[in-house]
């Protein structure tokens, strides 16, 4: 019975190393009860929200800021999207 036991183990094992290791870490927060933080979605996530301003980045250069004064930094990968074209004003020309 031991040998089944030890054998079961061993694979487990095996089987946790070849695993990522965030994912690992994931589990076992998610069996704690806890709710796992993917910061990778997250900077993703804010990259896009940023990205889909049409303020010609305003608002990304105010966020920078208020994080370096908090000692932060504003760390999204991928580069910084240029200002979108006006919109073309409607309307009828008479």
């Known amino acids: 019975m031991s040998d089944l036991r030890k054998e079961l183990l061993r694979q487990m094992k095996a089987i946790r190393e070849r695993m990522d290791p965030k994912l690992v870490e994931r589990a076992r927060l998610a069996a704690l009860g806890k709710v796992p933080y ?4 997250a900077k993703e996530a804010v ?48």
């Open 38 to 41: 993917d910061s990778d979605a």
């Open 47 to 94: 990259g896009h929200f940023l990205d889909a301003k049409r303020d010609g980045g305003a608002f990304r250069r105010k966020l920078e800021q208020a994080l370096k004064a908090e000692g932060g930094a504003l760390d999204l990968d991928g580069e910084k999207a240029p200002p979108p074209a006006k919109p073309r004003r409607g309307g009828r020309v008479t």
